[in-house]
């Protein structure tokens, strides 16, 4: 004759049931599963809300499809993807997503790392300097393109080109002269908020304790930056430089706004690109693999971004 023993095993005789321990696993799993439960509706949603939209990219994207020309249809196989690679726009526009995207990050993480050091000073006015200097953040970006556009780059009446006439020299049509600078001038003022408040929250939490033990030793003020402000930062700028990659990439309404992908080609990038090819050529198969070129694009830069900055979560 058999019994349950003390750790919950079930017995093997007649009359013998679950011990303590199974009642308690049992009692566990039940709980569990009601939860698993109440998560998959969200779970499904997402999951369609993602998917759905990239397996009609990807199925669009070996297709003829244009939207103004029924008789254009059937499966193109990778003649889509062919022409897209062969056609000099698409090796432009990704040469300007790169220089974008490399001298924002370079004019947002510099500036956004000086004024965070300025910013952790006191002075006078400092609580109302923070809020002007974070409030552009909080600017649409088809509303910034704008301001910039009419009321500071105008060659005419914009605010630059009146301070030009006052000093005697003659103003700059920017869009005309320097299309790319200039996007890349308001895309850097819209971004250089969000640098300048996550840096400055990291400067604040550097310890006071140890700059005054280099203030001591006879570090100066550069010093101290280099070797204790900076290396601080790390996982901050880190961060910074991840979030505004992902948003970067995709920089489509302040194009839109002032230059429209021109002159030319010089301000398109891959986001105006394939918006040109969706809704001004009307084709829909060549939009679409210039769609999955830039995710997988993305996807490229952002598994490389959450490996850096793991590892230097793990130091």
Do not use: C
């Not at 919950?8 to 439960?37: F, N």
């Not at 910034?144 to 914009?158: C, E, Q, R």
């Not at 006439?165 to 971004?191: K, M, R």
């Amino acid at each position: 004759m058999s019994a349950t023993t003390a750790t919950g095993v079930v017995g093997t005789g007649p009359g013998a049931g679950p011990g303590p321990g199974v009642a308690a696993r049992a009692s566990e799993v039940a709980p569990r599963r009601a939860r698993s439960l109440l998560v998959v509706p969200s779970v499904g949603v997402l999951l369609i809300w993602s998917i759905v939209p990239l397996v009609m990219t990807l199925w669009f994207s070996f297709k003829n499809y244009n939207l103004l020309d029924p008789s254009i249809h059937g499966f193109a196989g990778f003649d889509n993807y062919t022409y897209l690679v062969t056609d000099p726009d698409f090796w432009v526009s990704l040469r300007n997503t790169l220089v974008l995207l490399a001298a924002v990050l370079i004019i947002t993480v510099g500036l956004g790392t000086l004024l965070a050091v300025l910013f952790n000073q006191p002075f006078p006015g400092r609580n109302v300097a923070r809020v002007l200097a974070i409030s552009p953040f909080f600017v649409m970006p088809t509303v910034a393109a704008l301001l910039w556009k009419n009321l500071l780059m105008h060659p005419i009446y914009g605010v630059f080109g009146v301070v030009a006439h006052a000093f005697g020299l003659q103003p700059v049509d920017w869009f005309a002269s320097y299309p790319l600078s200039s996007v890349i001038l308001i895309v850097s003022w819209e971004w250089l908020p969000f640098a300048l408040l996550i840096l400055l929250t990291a400067v604040q939490s550097l310890d006071h304790e140890q700059r005054e033990a280099a203030r001591m030793d006879g570090a100066g003020v550069i010093a101290q930056f280099f070797f204790i402000t900076l290396p601080h930062l790390s996982r901050a700028i880190s961060v910074v430089i991840m979030i505004e990659t992902i948003f970067l990439l995709s920089i489509f309404a302040e194009i839109f706004v002032t230059t429209a992908g021109g002159p030319g080609n010089a301000t398109t990038n891959l986001a105006f690109l394939i918006y040109a090819r969706a809704l001004l050529q009307f084709d829909i198969g060549g939009a679409s693999a210039g769609g999955v070129v830039a995710i997988i694009l993305a996807n490229i830069v952002a598994v490389f971004l959450v490996r850096s900055i793991a590892r230097r979560l793990e130091v």
